[in-house]
């Protein structure tokens, strides 16, 4: 499976992340910095879940700090 950042900013958008935080994102930064609070991260987790057919453990979400960090484990 391929995901591209255009579906998953899709998906944060899905999940409720604000649109001016979605659109201000950058890739390589942390998302909690960035205006994306503890509140989203499950919400997201489970859009990918829904979407992608993806699991993600609570050892790995704790991994995905970063836009880039989910692209990489969804495009694994």
């Known amino acids: 499976m391929t ?3 255009e579906e ?3 998906l944060f958008l899905d999940a ?3 649109p001016d935080v979605v659109d201000g994102l950058d890739p390589s930064l942390p998302l909690a910095r960035q205006g994306v609070d503890s509140v989203d991260y499950p919400a997201i987790l ?3 879940a829904d979407r992608f057919k993806v699991s993600i453990s609570e050892k790995e979400a704790c ?3 970063t836009l880039e960090d989910f692209e990489k484990r969804l495009n694994r």
């Open 3 to 5: 995901v591209t950042r």
């Open 8 to 10: 998953l900013l899709d």
């Open 16 to 18: 409720g992340v604000e």
């Open 46 to 48: 489970l859009a990918i």
């Open 63 to 65: 991994e995905l700090k």
